[in-house]
């Protein structure tokens, strides 16, 4: 061997050497041995901690939650108390009263394994710690048993500490009282919703009997609702809300199935019984019972529990501004049940009608108006939304335009000022759908402005411009602004309207343009105090005020256009009034089953809607003959209610002015033009308004009206036509200025109205 293997060899074994010297280093502290006895010394100190905690922790000797209930207290914006709620009706049976296939019912519902567990369920419990300790709120898991004891010994608080508690407990009690005991506890300590604890409460509640009259269907339902009281009351849900109740009561009665509790044929029997609507608690009538429900409600989204917000304790302090309130009531009473006589008119007793005003500064409801109130109407008619909202969502159509710089067919930017065809039943050109919808009274219009169109309500023009935007970008902006994604189908009828939406949601969407295009959303309590043992806890709320979504100028230049419409348009004869600055737009849907108005001044939008519907079912049927008239148009009873309760609320003042960043639409006075010469030119100005404006005051075609000089108006004359661009050929039409004659720079526009479908 040489002296380079020689070295070689030395270097090879001081580098083995090293790395056992390296490994028996390590192995010294982690042997499989020493990792073994570790991990069997934490679980002997946790056998060892929980035997402890098992000794510590005893059954306390009483329930402690009627000690805690107190009322709940609602007050206006000022303060002053609005109403007291939180009543409890609490009635304990036996067993022996609640039919054998009822019990079975809540076993199947919450617990299956309920008579074999021990009253734990250790690994639905570990995941609620888990998931407690990562701030995720409350969790599923727990048996019967650790809801019996959550419910009569311990709190409803979600900490580690309250859980632990809730395990010892369980176990202890589960040895101690047996499932018969137990199981009559949960049910008697439950909360069903409507200030219920208790079965008995809720069969009389529910159903109007007492338990041991419950058949096996109404059990199923009762214990469905314990997973969410108040969201699967059947007077108070949602349409999803109801179909989860339903889905919930379906797989309680499939369970028992399983369970051999019900043979197949008897579950096949069984039908979905539909619960009586609640009596109203004292005091909860009129308004008040909408307002009080609807602050649940929110409280709720927002996550307050449920069960620990009916046990008590709350202030909740609501925008509500108490004379702004009454007025609005007022003004419902003034102009129009006063002028219902459901005895000589069956129609009379159809009408319906919710409004909600907001304050686009705050966000804030300052009134609401939901129907008669609790017992006569359940629904809330101001946050519904099962009606078409009609022509109120066209302004929507032109500012998704503005803000995505459509164009028209001809590639002319869409605003205000372009010019469309207006004729009746006229097809969408660039549609993946035929659609050639008609106009009001099928109406027939020439090449008229997208403001006077706005004006007249003229389906054809925003048929075409739905299509010219898109859709997809039309849906993305009514949601950007408040409305229901899920009821708007994208499809060309979408433009007139005809998806569902409530006077709430329109009433955010109207604020959020008053807002100079600043997102609100329409909330109805500002405050929320909780006081336990003496300790008040505010309520985190959200701030009803957002983002911007939309630009200012676009929102600017739609409160401009919608001037024209009050000025000149469907609203002129009931909203027009010099004492305020007011704006706004009419609709009426498809049958005539609702009618709209949605307005605001510069501090205060307030959306009215009216609607349809049968006593009996609750049916969508047509307005029609309501009041001893004709149509019901926008511009009638929902526009003078408006009209009433704004002129009330601003006590003659005249108000404030709108702080408008808009070059264009009525509410801006006109550029001086220069005057025409004798060769017309067709060629839009660099802004995309035209060099010259017609002096329109269009009318449908075959029935002119007279100007004030007597001359007929309508289509433009030979002599007029210099000032109309003429037509290129191409789908959409070419722009002009808009600008009009008449006052105040105010487009002239033919008489409207409202009817048919966007109207």
Same mark, same amino acid.
């Given at each position: ?16 050497a ?35 905690l098992?000794l ?8 402690n939650?009627?000690?805690? %209930? ?18 409890v =009706?609490?009635? =304990?049976?036996?067993?022996?009263r ?12 919450? *617990? ?13 419990? %570990?995941r609620? !710690?888990?998931?407690?300790l990562r701030g995720q709120g409350k ?10 004891v ?7 608080e979600q @900490? ?6 809730e ?20 049910? =008697? ?7 219920a ?17 419950l ?9 469905s609702?314990?997973?969410?009281p =108040? ?14 109740a ?7 009665? *499939?369970n ?12 096949? $029997?069984? $039908?979905?019984?539909?619960p009586?609507?609640?009596k109203?608690?004292?005091?909860m009538?009129?308004q ?8 649940k409600?929110?409280?709720f989204?927002q996550?307050?529990d ?8 709350w202030?909740?302090?609501l925008? !509500?501004? $108490? ?11 003034r102009k ?17 009608l919710?409004? @909600?005003?907001?304050d686009? $500064? ?21 946050t519904?939304?099962?009606?078409q ?5 066209k302004?929507?159509?032109l500012?998704?335009?503005?803000? +995505?710089?459509a ?6 930017p869409? +605003?205000?000022?372009? !010019?469309?065809?207006?004729? *009746?039943?006229? /097809? ?13 009274d ?13 004006n ?7 048929a ?50 008053d ?5 609100v ?25 957002g ?11 739609l409160? #401009?256009?919608?001037?024209g419409?009050?000025?000149d348009?469907?609203?002129s ?8 600055h ?9 049958? +005539? ?10 501090? %205060? ?12 079912g ?12 004709g149509r019901?148009?926008?511009?009638g009873? /929902?526009?003078?209610v ?5 002129? &009330? ?5 005249t ?5 408008l ?6 509410g ?5 033009t ?5 060769? /017309?030119?067709s ?7 035209? &060099? ?16 004030? #000089? ?11 036509? &210099? ?8 789908d ?7 600008t009009?004659s008449? @006052?105040?720079?105010?487009? +002239?526009s ?10």
């Amino acid at each position: 061997m040489g002296r380079a293997e020689a070295r070689r060899a030395q270097q090879g074994s001081a580098r083995r050497a090293e790395q056992k010297a390296e490994k028996s280093g390590i192995r010294r502290f982690f042997t499989w041995k020493k990792l073994l006895g570790a991990f069997l010394g934490v679980c002997l100190l946790g056998i060892l901690g929980f035997i402890g905690l098992y000794l510590y922790v005893d059954v306390p000797n009483d329930g402690n939650r009627d000690a805690q %209930l107190q009322s709940n207290v609602y007050k206006y914006a000022d303060g002053k108390v609005l109403a007291r709620a939180g009543q409890v =009706n609490r009635e =304990n049976v036996p067993l022996s009263r609640i039919p054998k296939a009822v019990q079975h019912t809540f076993v199947a519902a919450e *617990n299956k394994t309920f008579y074999q567990d021990s009253g734990v369920d250790l690994k639905g419990t %570990l995941r609620g !710690i888990f998931n407690t300790l990562r701030g995720q709120g409350k969790q599923g898991g727990s048996t019967i048993t650790q809801q019996y004891v959550k419910n009569y010994y311990l709190s409803q608080e979600q @900490t580690v500490s309250r859980k632990l508690q809730e395990i010892v407990i369980s176990l202890k009690v589960d040895n101690k009282l047996g499932k018969d005991k137990i199981l009559a506890g949960y049910i =008697n300590t439950s909360y069903y919703g409507r200030g219920a604890y208790g079965i008995q409460a809720a069969a009389q509640a529910y159903y109007r009997k007492d338990v041991d009259k419950l058949t096996v269907s109404e059990g199923a339902y009762l214990a469905s609702l314990l997973q969410a009281p =108040n969201q699967y009351d059947w007077t108070l849900a949602t349409a999803d809300g109801k179909k989860r109740a339903q889905e919930r009561w379906a797989y309680t009665l *499939n369970n028992m199935v399983e369970m051999h509790w019900l043979s197949p044929q008897e579950r096949a $029997k069984q $039908k979905f019984e539909i619960p009586k609507a609640p009596k109203p608690l004292p005091g909860m009538n009129g308004q008040t019972s909408y307002l009080v429900t609807e602050a649940k409600k929110e409280l709720f989204a927002q996550g307050v529990d449920e069960k620990s917000f009916d046990a008590g304790g709350w202030t909740i302090t609501l925008g !509500i501004e $108490k004379d702004k309130q009454k007025a609005l009531e007022k003004a419902v009473k003034r102009k129009l049940t006063d002028d219902l006589d459901p005895k000589r008119r069956k129609v009379d007793g159809d009408a319906q009608l919710g409004a @909600t005003s907001v304050d686009p $500064k705050t966000g804030h409801i300052v009134a609401m108006y939901g129907g008669a109130g609790y017992p006569q109407h359940y629904t809330n008619n101001a946050t519904r939304s099962d009606y078409q909202p009609a022509s109120t969502f066209k302004p929507l159509i032109l500012a998704s335009a503005m803000e +995505n710089k459509a164009v028209t067919q001809g590639g002319l930017p869409i +605003n205000p000022n372009t !010019i469309y065809d207006g004729h *009746n039943r006229r /097809p969408v050109v660039g549609g993946s759908i035929p659609f050639a919808p008609p106009n009001e009274d099928e109406h027939d219009y020439d090449k008229i402005t997208v403001q006077t169109a706005t004006n007249n309500s003229v389906n054809a023009v925003f048929a075409q411009m739905g299509a010219d935007v898109g859709l997809d970008k039309v849906k993305d902006t009514a949601v950007k602004l408040g409305l229901d994604g899920s009821k708007i189908d994208v499809k060309p009828a979408m433009t007139l309207g005809t998806m569902g939406a409530s006077p709430l949601q329109m009433a955010g969407a109207y604020a959020t343009l008053d807002n100079h295009g600043k997102k609100v959303t329409p909330t109805l309590v500002t405050k929320a105090v909780h006081s336990v043992n003496g300790v008040d806890a505010e309520q985190p709320l959200k701030d009803p005020i957002g983002d911007q979504v939309l630009s200012r100028t676009t929102a600017d230049t739609l409160t #401009s256009v919608l001037a024209g419409v009050v000025n000149d348009g469907t609203a002129s004869q009931s909203v027009k009034n010099t004492a305020y600055h007011a704006v706004g737009k009419t609709g009426t849907s498809d049958d +005539n089953k609702s009618a709209w108005f949605v307005g605001y001044t510069p501090k %205060l939008v307030t959306s009215v809607g009216m609607f349809g519907e049968s006593p009996k079912g609750g049916a969508q049927v047509t307005l029609k003959g309501t009041g001893g008239g004709g149509r019901v148009n926008g511009g009638g009873y /929902p526009a003078q209610v408006w009209a009433d309760y704004n002129e &009330s609320v601003l006590n003659g003042s005249t108000g404030a002015d709108f702080d408008l960043e808009a070059e264009l639409g009525a509410g801006v006075p006109p550029t001086p033009t220069p005057t025409p010469s004798a060769t /017309p030119s067709s060629t839009p100005s660099p802004s995309g308004s035209p &060099s010259s404006s017609p002096s329109e005051k269009p009318t449908p075609s075959g029935r002119p009206s007279q100007s004030e #000089s007597g001359t007929p108006t309508g289509r433009p004359t030979p002599s007029q036509s &210099s000032s109309v661009p003429p037509d290129t050929g191409q789908d959409g039409g070419t722009e002009s200025s808009g600008t009009t004659s008449g @006052t105040g720079g105010r487009p +002239n526009s033919g008489k409207g109205g409202d009817n048919l479908p966007g109207f």
